[in-house]
């Protein structure tokens, strides 16, 4: 498992410097995106980043 930080938004946000994220662990990047969009009730992953280990 990886670590990754997805950045979100939520239904009506718009785009901006400062987007909300959830950092969590996943065996991949597409798992990591799906998970967050769970976890969070968003309507979309903007970023998907791994953080180093």
Do not use: W
């Not at 995106?33 to 280990?53: D, K, S, Y």
């Amino acid at each position: 498992m990886r670590s990754y930080r997805c950045f979100y938004l939520m239904k009506g946000d718009e785009p901006s410097p400062v987007t909300p994220f959830v950092q969590l662990q996943a065996a991949d990047a597409v798992s990591a995106a799906q998970l967050a969009m769970r976890v969070t009730g968003c309507t979309h992953v903007t970023e998907v980043v791994r953080i180093a280990e």
